[in-house]
């Protein structure tokens, strides 16, 4: 369970150092901090629970979305997650994991990220064709097609089956939102190739 300094203030009211004790619980392991004034009850919890209460407003996306929904291969160890208008990136360490921030652009920003719900978390992660729009914004820009398709089937590893099972209609959408020539060419790539 999440709880905040405040909600610890709250509840050790009658103790003379309220922040030794939180200290001390921290020290016991009752308490595990996340980021300064948050902290989590269970040391557990899956990190993926937790990476929206670390910093926000954000969402899983990048490579921990697309191995989360099996569009890479690798399992993916950092939550990686997006943000936008922070104009920095920002990563966390806790007992928890490494939780990364990367800025998208805002316009881009609240389509197609799914929130669900588990033992009394919410989570939110990017679509398949999100976080890859995501990842295509942050890497290096390629300068053609070609270059594009090596980025997505040598580099990411992205297995051609999966590819064609995207929603292309979902990435035409997106890619308007993005001032990137990754995701220009991935659009030209899926009207060359898929839309007939």
């Known amino acids: 369970m999440i709880v905040t300094t405040l909600d610890l203030k709250e509840k050790y009211k009658n103790y003379t150092d309220v922040n030794g004790k939180i200290k001390r619980d ?23 629970l937790l990476a929206s209460y670390i910093y926000g407003p954000s969402y899983l996306s990048f490579e921990y979305a697309l191995s989360f929904h099996n569009i890479i291969p690798e399992r ?7 943000t936008f208008n922070k104009r920095k990136s920002k990563s966390y360490q806790n007992h928890f994991g490494l939780f990364t921030y990367r800025d998208i652009p805002k316009e881009a920003f609240p389509f197609m990220v799914k929130v669900y719900e588990e033992d009394s978390y ?10 890859l729009c995501d990842l295509l914004y942050i890497k290096k820009p390629v300068l053609s097609i070609k270059e594009l398709i090596k980025v997505l089937f040598i580099d990411l590893r992205i297995n051609k089956d999966v590819f064609d099972q995207l929603n292309f209609q979902d990435i035409l959408f997106l890619s308007s939102k993005y001032i990137s020539n990754n995701v220009k060419y991935l659009k030209k790539y899926i009207e060359s190739e898929y839309i007939k």
């Open 122 to 131: 919410a989570y939110f992660i990017a679509s398949p064709e999100k976080a």
């Open 76 to 82: 993916v160890v950092v939550y990686t997650n997006a």
């Open 26 to 48: 921290i020290d016991k392991g009752i308490f595990f901090p996340l980021v300064r004034g948050v902290y989590e009850t269970n040391s557990d919890t899956d990190g993926y």
